[in-house]
Antibody, heavy 119, light 107 residues
Framework: QVQLVESGGGLVKPGGSLRLSCAAS????????MSWIRQAPGKGLEWVSH????????NYADSAKGRFTISRDNAKNSLYLQMNSLRAEDTAVYYC????????????WGQGTMVTVSS | EIVMTQSPATLSVSPGERATLSCRAS??????LAWYQQKPGQAPRLLIY???TRATGIPARFSGSGSGTEFTLTISSLQSEDFAFYYC?????????FGQGTKVEIK
């Protein structure tokens, strides 16, 4: 079965950096587009970033552009999100998510990793 | 940006009754619309994609309809495990956007 396990969250000061990782298993990782989606405490869902299976295409929400970088290592079945210049409003649970197909719905979600930006 | 608006914000329903949730897009998304269920402390789960196709393992009491800008999720007979938050999401254009959610609570 599909498993997505995030790691790398934690407490960071405003202006700091954090790198999230997601270990994928149970499917052919290199065949699928992947995304990061976040949810601030008590709030709704916000798509953050997306990467194609071959790394050719990436896309970002305006809130992430210029500060976050999505990447993947298909040999390691892993997805990453490098987050720089973190702000209080980046505080959220970050989910690693598999897409059904290119530019399609999100059919498998990890359990999430909490990122808290606070001084 | 395509804005997704869900209504109502909260829906109070008795077990066994029918629940109808609405989602409106600020511009046409064709049928590129998904519905997700989220329970407290859990990750969201895909229910419906392509506006009306149930995802793997989703019970038949969940159905989706609509196209363009108006969409509906219907739960035909609410079970105790269905009380949760529900989100719609469009994947027709960037940025991908979600509705603000509908909470389905026990009446």
């Amino acid at each position: 079965q599909v498993q997505l396990v995030e790691s790398g969250g934690g407490l960071v000061k405003p202006g700091g950096s954090l790198r999230l990782s997601c270990a994928a298993s149970g499917f052919i990782f290199s065949d699928y587009y992947m995304s990061w989606i976040r949810q601030a405490p008590g709030k709704g869902l916000e798509w953050v970033s997306h990467i194609s299976n071959s790394k050719t295409y990436t896309n970002y929400a305006d809130s992430a552009k210029g500060r976050f970088t999505i990447s993947r290592d298909n040999a390691k079945n892993s997805l990453y999100l490098q987050m720089n210049s973190l702000r209080a409003e980046d505080t959220a649970v970050y989910y690693c998510v598999k897409e059904r197909g290119p530019f399609d719905a999100f059919d498998n979600w990890g359990q999430g990793t909490m990122v808290t930006v606070s001084s | 940006e395509i804005v997704m608006t869900q209504s109502p914000a909260t829906l109070s329903v008795s077990p066994g009754e029918r629940a109808t949730l609405s989602c409106r897009a600020s511009q046409s998304v064709s049928s590129k619309l998904a519905w997700y269920q989220q329970k407290p402390g859990q990750a969201p789960r895909l229910l419906i994609y392509g506006a009306s196709t149930r995802a793997t393992g989703i019970p038949a009491r969940f159905s989706g309809s609509g196209s363009g800008t108006e969409f509906t999720l219907t739960i035909s007979s609410l079970q105790s495990e269905d009380f949760a938050f529900y989100y719609c999401q469009q994947y027709d254009d960037w940025p991908l956007t979600f509705g603000q959610g509908t909470k389905v609570e026990i009446k």
